[in-house]
């Protein structure tokens, strides 16, 4: 497995690295274990805590040099880069303010006497997590980890080894000992060896299914608690009595964001037969109008797909979407650039039977369904193997929520596109995985809830 930097707007590749050897990937894991074991992780949350704060401080003060590699290791549009570091730097302060009263004990009333439950740290954890938000990714993880005092071994992608690098410099130089969180650039054989292996107690995965998939099979072989945040298809339902122009207009950033690339991406648009006619029309024209470019460039829009790989896989998805019946009712051009861009798209007319209705479309590429109500958008909203998040536009707000709780998804919006912050739970059900990261529930999934009971008599 390569670890190299290659720009993706460019293809031109900026630096490579080595892969650690199987002997330093056990070392990371005895020195991880080994501060499992110390007063850093058993004894008072404070001074976690403290690195937690220094890692926010630092974030906010590097925030323009960090946009900078993310932009061009994986092609972000450089404001939404920096939006990324600045989101990172505000988790890090949230547990830093917010962990101690989340792993407080909690109180039991018992015939037994007293009783109260106390989180404590369960050991090394192994997170294996994806190109896209390559430093989000890193901190969902890393932060409330640190909180409880559990260390981490971290597997990033392959194509955003900067990144990994960058931050783990950061969460050193926050002041977190040697242990506390350590980069590895490894295969997917090591990271089988590395859960396999008795000191690890915990996997977190965020990436795709198949990955998911494997992960998962690994740690359930070895009894270890894990978490998957994996793919989505996620539906944005139009009602007949919302703001067409307004859901146009966020349907289409909620599809074009990242270049498409997030799993929480509107990828299947659910519109009300009254509107529909309105709604593609409204969205094509913003489709038509993104302007392709650098990333690193202000006016740019829409920015080239983070590979190579990347955009050939979606080109023979939507290939094979057309050969099974869809219609292309936008997009699809080749566009003459080095880089790896890839032009938005509208598909429609697509059934049952075509491959498209149930596989995830990872860039700028959307599916739109008409339907005559709310019954029919509820049931193709969860005609899904994913259940990750969705969206509902509507007038009526007690309309929206009534939908909202009948699609079967790990979190829904409304009047809005999906936005990820500190203090709510992400998470999805089905194909989407399971587990939440972030909020309160985010912190205890990686817990050892202890339950103490004094007796009465004593």
């Not at 740290?121 to 969902?140: D, K, T």
């Not at 051009?333 to 049952?352: A, C, K, M, S, W």
């Amino acid at each position: 497995m390569a670890y190299q930097s290659v720009n993706p707007f460019t293809n031109e590749v900026v630096k490579q690295y080595r892969q650690h050897t199987d002997e330093q990937a056990q070392q990371a894991l005895a020195r991880a274990d080994a501060l499992f074991h110390s007063a850093w992780a058993q004894g008072d949350i404070g001074p976690r805590l403290e690195v937690l704060r220094r890692l926010g401080d630092l974030l906010a003060e590097r925030a323009e040099d960090l946009a900078r590699i993310i932009s061009t290791e994986m092609g972000k549009l450089i404001e939404q880069s920096r939006a990324e570091v600045r989101v990172c730097a505000d988790i890090a302060h949230y547990y830093a303010e917010n962990a101690k009263e989340f792993l407080a004990p909690v109180p039991y009333r018992t015939q037994l006497g007293d009783a109260w439950v106390q989180p404590h740290p369960v050991g090394v954890l192994v997170a294996v997590e994806p190109w896209n938000f390559p430093l989000y990714q890193l901190i969902r993880v890393m932060a409330p980890a640190m909180a409880v005092g559990n260390p981490v071994l971290v597997k990033h992608a392959c194509i955003v080894p900067q990144c990994a690098e960058a931050f783990e410099q950061l969460v050193t130089e926050a002041g977190a000992p040697t242990g506390a969180y350590t980069n590895l650039f490894i295969s997917s054989g090591q990271v089988a060896d590395l859960i396999a292996d008795d000191r690890v107690q915990g996997v977190a995965l965020t990436g795709s299914e198949r990955a998911g998939s494997a992960v998962a099979a690994q740690a359930a072989k070895y009894l270890k608690k894990s978490t998957m945040e994996l793919g989505g298809n996620d539906v944005f339902v139009v009602l007949d009595d919302c703001d067409v122009a307004q859901a146009a207009a966020v349907a289409t950033q909620a599809r074009l964001f990242n270049s498409g690339q997030v799993c929480t991406s509107a990828k299947r648009y659910i519109v009300h037969e009254h509107v529909a006619e309105d709604f593609l029309a409204a969205v094509t024209e913003r489709f038509k109008a993104v302007e392709i470019g650098d990333p690193l460039d202000e006016s740019t829009t829409l920015a080239p797909l983070a590979s190579e790989t990347a955009r050939d896989d979606l080109a023979e998805q939507v290939e094979r979407a057309l050969k099974n019946g869809a219609t292309l009712h936008y997009g699809n051009e080749p566009i003459e650039h080095p880089g790896n861009f890839f032009q938005p798209t509208v598909l429609t007319g697509i059934d049952r039977d075509n491959p498209a209705y149930y596989e995830e479309f990872f860039g700028p590429v959307a599916q739109v369904y008409v339907v005559p109500d709310d019954d029919a958008a509820v049931a193709l909203a969860n005609d899904s193997h994913y259940g990750l998040g969705g969206t509902v536009f509507s007038g009526d707000t007690d309309r929206a929520k009534r939908l909202a709780s009948r699609i079967h998804t790990g979190m829904v919006f409304i009047n809005t596109m999906h936005e990820s912050v500190p203090e709510l739970p992400f998470g999805g059900i089905k194909r989407s995985g399971y587990g939440r990261e972030l909020g309160d529930l985010g912190i205890k999934e990686f817990v050892n809830q202890k339950l103490v009971v004094v007796s009465k008599d004593a």
